[in-house]
């Protein structure tokens, strides 16, 4: 995670709230087990909950706890994302004991006496204490370090650092279960009121309040007790990052790159796809004050690049040759050149040390050496050639080396063709070129250049089933620059032996995967250029190009495309539930309900939907899709498209009508449902003119950010009324700004670049604006 305060675009002067985001991104990270790397030595959770609820059972039935309902198995509909190996899903009523205070009286106030707290005191309305000299029971008497959760009007967690008190009502004293750490107990319940804060859970007018049942029966995850350790560790040290950062601005520098490192790398920890795109999903929410500076795109390019090499930018294809086989067919090259006498004898590699295997391997790689990929690799001129001003032949060496590519500078020196014969190497297109001295790991691809190189690079020529590109990231992780100054020799000016080189340990992929990895980081690399390009453009633009960048990093290749008939169902499920909602609507027709679908797609980024949208008269519109989801809604018997008695189409109910939406429920996640409501409830009285402006003012800008091109107002609303139908040139340039700029006022109607593009259309199409 980068960017938090910088020098040119101060953090907190162009974010709102930028530190409180952090600190909600930092447990968001914790509460999903993401902060920190899960470790096989620790227990399971699931057998320390269920002693936990034994334990439970009997203490109520002793008398010795207040009777609450016995918590229910969390269903996967309750589930708002996965749980890492060994946590256990649980309810808020499974992590202790939630103790509410007393109704006290003013005749109960007193001038001395212990103080009792309310809420206003925990909030820090009201540092005034009023007191009491009455006797209570003990369970409501707080001690420094107790936990404290204030359930109305300030929707909050505390940690009691004051003197010993009483507690008044509408906050919970809580005690700890033996399955919590207390610390992250503390952490858990911050993060889960304000889940709840969010929901329909909290009601009131005036003043936000959550009852007890909902409260207890609130999903959390559980982590095994030791990792918990862990996690409150790496929490405070950050949130001791973000004190530092409201304290004192002077310190930005060094504040912003740790907490940079920490959440980038909580990236690679990421289990599978699914995981690994909720975290992407995460950090893209966050990304205007996370990415807003050089360092910070620098730093995001890095972990891309390690993200990479261990396999976690595509899906694995079981149908690819594995590593294993394609190491054979390296090693019978090698050695049917070594018989022709093309090249040394290859020497022996050692074994890889499991302690140098610093990650676990996707199916069908293998951990291998450099030198077992390499037919050849060997260092530069060791000596200075004779040079010739008016030679052809340039002198290069490791600072010559750049982003793939040998750059010759002004003032390297040139060498004769005579002074070349002698010096030049045998390199061809497998050649790579790297630095080895004083400055580490420059690449550089060799394409015929006339070059002598210098002894601060050396070249390696690699086998023919590897590609060079892919070997070119391996040296560009910021594995190999650990391993490298690991290894190096020199104090002021580090130097990589040649052994060190042969040594270097890589995880070595099928040669298919490589290309689609070379393919996915170009890509990705793409993105980040032209963010960083623009810079200085509106904080809207950033935005619009990071999303871009988590949309093509995870949904083309972290996900496998869901099969046509689930697609059908998932598409009829939508559907379905979008009609029941607003059949009822007199402007709820064919043209709406296309509208609504896209847009849910879209803002709920619906994968399993995948429409193929059109730039036609009614576009965005996806023919094939209306006439699928239109036929299941009748063979269902839920609704049966109509003509109006004046123009247009409706839907009517059928016989079973709403009787889709159990399994609507199960088809899509808590979060996805909100957001498919949220965009119908937002689409309910908008005429069908409106929708259409909406969404295709909407799908146009999307198709700006997948193409990378730069948003405006004015490129967006010309491309709608020039390069789409002309029917769309009924409304006037005025209109179109103008519900444009009524988009921009909605969140939820600001395009992230999810999907594909939409198709057709008319280029430079005529008319008068």
């Given at each position: 995670?980068?960017?938090?305060?910088?020098?040119?675009?101060?953090?907190?002067?162009?974010?709102?709230?930028?530190?409180?985001?952090?600190?909600?991104?930092?447990?968001?990270?914790?509460?999903?087990?993401?902060?920190?790397?899960?470790?096989?030595?620790?227990?399971?959770?699931?057998?320390?909950?269920?002693?936990?609820?034994?334990?439970?059972?009997?203490?109520?039935?002793?008398?010795?706890?207040?009777?609450?309902?016995?918590?229910?198995?969390?269903?996967?509909?309750?589930?708002?994302?996965?749980?890492?190996?060994?946590?256990?899903?649980?309810?808020?009523?499974?992590?202790?004991?939630?103790?509410?205070?007393?109704?006290?009286?003013?005749?109960?106030?007193?001038?001395?006496?212990?103080?009792?707290?309310?809420?206003?005191?925990?909030?820090?309305?009201?540092?005034?204490?009023?007191?009491?000299?009455?006797?209570?029971?003990?369970?409501?008497?707080?001690?420094?370090?107790?936990?404290?959760?204030?359930?109305?009007?300030?929707?909050?967690?505390?940690?009691?650092?004051?003197?010993?008190?009483?507690?008044?009502?509408?906050?919970?004293?809580?005690?700890?279960?033996?399955?919590?750490?207390?610390?992250?107990?503390?952490?858990?319940?911050?993060?889960?009121?304000?889940?709840?804060?969010?929901?329909?859970?909290?009601?009131?007018?005036?003043?936000?309040?959550?009852?007890?049942?909902?409260?207890?029966?609130?999903?959390?995850?559980?982590?095994?007790?030791?990792?918990?350790?862990?996690?409150?560790?790496?929490?405070?040290?950050?949130?001791?990052?973000?004190?530092?950062?409201?304290?004192?601005?002077?310190?930005?520098?060094?504040?912003?790159?740790?907490?940079?490192?920490?959440?980038?790398?909580?990236?690679?920890?990421?289990?599978?796809?699914?995981?690994?795109?909720?975290?992407?999903?995460?950090?893209?929410?966050?990304?205007?004050?996370?990415?807003?500076?050089?360092?910070?795109?620098?730093?995001?390019?890095?972990?891309?690049?390690?993200?990479?090499?261990?396999?976690?930018?595509?899906?694995?294809?079981?149908?690819?040759?594995?590593?294993?086989?394609?190491?054979?067919?390296?090693?019978?090259?090698?050695?049917?050149?070594?018989?022709?006498?093309?090249?040394?004898?290859?020497?022996?590699?050692?074994?890889?040390?499991?302690?140098?295997?610093?990650?676990?391997?996707?199916?069908?790689?293998?951990?291998?050496?450099?030198?077992?990929?390499?037919?050849?690799?060997?260092?530069?001129?060791?000596?200075?050639?004779?040079?010739?001003?008016?030679?052809?032949?340039?002198?290069?060496?490791?600072?010559?080396?750049?982003?793939?590519?040998?750059?010759?500078?002004?003032?390297?020196?040139?060498?004769?063709?005579?002074?070349?014969?002698?010096?030049?190497?045998?390199?061809?297109?497998?050649?790579?070129?790297?630095?080895?001295?004083?400055?580490?790991?420059?690449?550089?691809?060799?394409?015929?250049?006339?070059?002598?190189?210098?002894?601060?690079?050396?070249?390696?020529?690699?086998?023919?089933?590897?590609?060079?590109?892919?070997?070119?990231?391996?040296?560009?992780?910021?594995?190999?620059?650990?391993?490298?100054?690991?290894?190096?020799?020199?104090?002021?000016?580090?130097?990589?032996?040649?052994?060190?080189?042969?040594?270097?340990?890589?995880?070595?992929?099928?040669?298919?995967?490589?290309?689609?990895?070379?393919?996915?980081?170009?890509?990705?690399?793409?993105?980040?250029?032209?963010?960083?390009?623009?810079?200085?453009?509106?904080?809207?633009?950033?935005?619009?190009?990071?999303?871009?960048?988590?949309?093509?990093?995870?949904?083309?290749?972290?996900?496998?495309?869901?099969?046509?008939?689930?697609?059908?169902?998932?598409?009829?499920?939508?559907?379905?539930?979008?009609?029941?909602?607003?059949?009822?609507?007199?402007?709820?027709?064919?043209?709406?309900?296309?509208?609504?679908?896209?847009?849910?797609?879209?803002?709920?980024?619906?994968?399993?939907?995948?429409?193929?949208?059109?730039?036609?008269?009614?576009?965005?519109?996806?023919?094939?899709?209306?006439?699928?989801?239109?036929?299941?809604?009748?063979?269902?018997?839920?609704?049966?498209?109509?003509?109006?008695?004046?123009?247009?189409?409706?839907?009517?109910?059928?016989?079973?009508?709403?009787?889709?939406?159990?399994?609507?429920?199960?088809?899509?996640?808590?979060?996805?449902?909100?957001?498919?409501?949220?965009?119908?409830?937002?689409?309910?009285?908008?005429?069908?003119?409106?929708?259409?402006?909406?969404?295709?003012?909407?799908?146009?800008?999307?198709?700006?950010?997948?193409?990378?091109?730069?948003?405006?107002?004015?490129?967006?609303?010309?491309?709608?009324?020039?390069?789409?139908?002309?029917?769309?040139?009924?409304?006037?340039?005025?209109?179109?700004?103008?519900?444009?700029a009524e988009m921009k006022e909605q969140k939820t109607l600001i395009p992230t670049g999810f999907g594909k593009r939409t198709t057709g259309g008319m280029r430079n199409l005529l008319g008068i604006e």
């Amino acid at each position: 995670m980068t960017a938090l305060l910088t020098n040119n675009l101060p953090l907190l002067a162009g974010a709102p709230n930028g530190i409180k985001k952090l600190r909600e991104l930092i447990l968001e990270l914790a509460v999903r087990g993401q902060l920190v790397t899960q470790q096989s030595e620790d227990l399971s959770a699931k057998s320390g909950l269920d002693a936990s609820r034994t334990a439970r059972v009997k203490a109520m039935a002793d008398g010795k706890i207040k009777k609450e309902k016995p918590a229910v198995e969390v269903t996967n509909n309750e589930q708002p994302f996965r749980l890492p190996c060994g946590w256990v899903w649980c309810r808020i009523v499974d992590t202790g004991d939630y103790i509410n205070g007393l109704a006290f009286k003013p005749s109960d106030w007193s001038s001395i006496g212990r103080p009792i707290i309310r809420i206003q005191n925990l909030s820090g309305r009201n540092s005034e204490f009023n007191r009491t000299e009455r006797e209570v029971d003990s369970s409501v008497v707080v001690s420094p370090g107790d936990i404290l959760v204030s359930w109305s009007a300030t929707l909050d967690a505390f940690i009691w650092q004051g003197e010993q008190a009483v507690l008044n009502q509408h906050i919970f004293r809580v005690i700890p279960s033996a399955v919590m750490h207390d610390q992250y107990l503390y952490w858990l319940l911050k993060w889960a009121i304000k889940v709840l804060a969010d929901s329909d859970h909290a009601h009131g007018l005036v003043m936000a309040h959550i009852n007890r049942g909902p409260f207890l029966a609130q999903p959390v995850g559980l982590p095994p007790l030791a990792e918990q350790h862990r996690i409150v560790a790496k929490v405070d040290e950050l949130m001791a990052l973000c004190d530092r950062l409201e304290a004192q601005q002077a310190d930005t520098e060094n504040a912003h790159t740790k907490l940079v490192q920490t959440l980038l790398d909580s990236l690679p920890q990421a289990s599978d796809a699914t995981d690994f795109a909720a975290n992407w999903q995460r950090l893209a929410e966050h990304f205007q004050t996370l990415f807003t500076t050089e360092s910070s795109i620098d730093a995001l390019k890095q972990t891309l690049l390690q993200l990479a090499v261990m396999g976690k930018l595509v899906p694995q294809d079981p149908n690819d040759e594995p590593a294993d086989e394609l190491l054979g067919k390296i090693t019978k090259e090698i050695a049917l050149l070594h018989s022709e006498g093309k090249i040394r004898k290859p020497k022996l590699t050692a074994p890889i040390p499991s302690e140098d295997r610093v990650f676990q391997t996707p199916r069908g790689w293998k951990w291998v050496r450099l030198s077992q990929i390499t037919r050849q690799l060997g260092d530069g001129l060791h000596g200075t050639p004779i040079y010739s001003p008016d030679g052809d032949y340039y002198f290069v060496n490791g600072n010559n080396l750049k982003q793939g590519k040998i750059v010759i500078k002004p003032e390297t020196k040139t060498v004769s063709e005579s002074e070349y014969s002698k010096h030049k190497k045998s390199l061809d297109e497998q050649s790579i070129l790297v630095s080895i001295n004083g400055t580490i790991g420059n690449v550089a691809f060799y394409k015929h250049e006339k070059i002598i190189l210098g002894k601060s690079a050396c070249y390696f020529n690699l086998a023919s089933g590897v590609s060079k590109h892919f070997v070119r990231l391996l040296i560009e992780a910021p594995g190999f620059m650990k391993y490298a100054l690991k290894s190096a020799t020199g104090t002021t000016i580090k130097n990589l032996g040649l052994k060190a080189m042969n040594d270097y340990p890589i995880a070595l992929p099928p040669l298919a995967e490589q290309h689609k990895i070379v393919g996915k980081v170009d890509q990705l690399m793409t993105l980040c250029e032209q963010l960083q390009t623009r810079l200085t453009q509106a904080r809207q633009l950033s935005e619009q190009l990071a999303s871009t960048l988590v949309e093509r990093a995870l949904d083309e290749d972290s996900r496998q495309a869901p099969s046509i008939t689930d697609r059908r169902v998932a598409r009829t499920l939508l559907a379905a539930e979008i009609t029941h909602r607003l059949h009822s609507q007199r402007t709820f027709g064919q043209r709406k309900l296309q509208k609504v679908i896209y847009l849910a797609e879209h803002v709920a980024r619906l994968a399993a939907i995948q429409g193929d949208y059109l730039r036609d008269a009614a576009g965005p519109h996806d023919r094939h899709l209306m006439n699928q989801i239109e036929g299941e809604l009748q063979n269902r018997k839920w609704y049966e498209r109509i003509e109006r008695e004046t123009v247009g189409h409706a839907y009517r109910p059928l016989s079973h009508a709403g009787q889709h939406q159990q399994a609507y429920k199960n088809a899509w996640m808590a979060t996805e449902r909100a957001s498919i409501e949220q965009v119908i409830e937002l689409m309910r009285e908008w005429n069908t003119d409106h929708c259409e402006m909406t969404v295709t003012l909407y799908a146009a800008w999307n198709d700006f950010i997948l193409e990378g091109r730069p948003v405006t107002d004015e490129a967006i609303v010309a491309e709608v009324m020039h390069s789409w139908n002309d029917t769309k040139l009924r409304f006037s340039k005025t209109e179109w700004l103008a519900v444009l700029a009524e988009m921009k006022e909605q969140k939820t109607l600001i395009p992230t670049g999810f999907g594909k593009r939409t198709t057709g259309g008319m280029r430079n199409l005529l008319g008068i604006e």
